[in-house]
């Protein structure tokens, strides 16, 4: 069975950073792409940044590039999301993902995304 575990997730005020943690075990794919996204209350899920786990490369949304950054962790099975100079409108449940992909992503669209953990809350107040 699929698993997919966040963790890492709290309440910061603006300005400040957190380090997400993402673990994914069995996923039935010989190659494939961990990522992270996010879902704020009224709002639609939005893709935030993907790593291919076979190779280099990593792809962000516009939205967090420069603040957040994506990396495998020991291995292949494991991604962070180090999150910087964090605003209120990042108030979101943070979601890790996984899909199968042989090369890296040039997009985060969800519904390409095969398997979802249960989510982090990250709040971020003024």
């Known amino acids: 069975q699929v698993q997919i575990l966040e963790s890492g997730g709290g309440s910061v005020q603006a300005g400040g950073s957190l380090r997400l943690s993402c673990t994914a075990s069995r996923l039935p794919y010989s190659e494939y792409c961990l990522g992270w996204f996010r879902e704020a209350p009224g709002k639609d899920r939005e893709g935030l940044a993907t790593?291919?786990?076979?190779?280099?490369?990593?792809f962000y949304a516009d939205s967090v590039k420069g603040r957040f950054t994506i990396s495998q962790v020991n291995n292949r099975n494991s991604v962070d999301l180090q999150m910087n100079d964090l605003k209120v409108e990042d108030t979101a449940m943070y979601y890790c993902?996984?899909?199968?992909?042989?090369?890296?992503?040039?997009?985060?669209?969800?519904?390409?995304?095969?398997?979802w953990g249960q989510g982090t809350q990250v709040t971020v107040s003024s």
């Open positions: 790593v291919w786990t076979g190779g280099a490369g990593t």
């Open positions: 993902a996984g899909r199968p992909c042989s090369h890296l992503p040039a997009r985060l669209w969800v519904y390409e995304w095969s398997y």
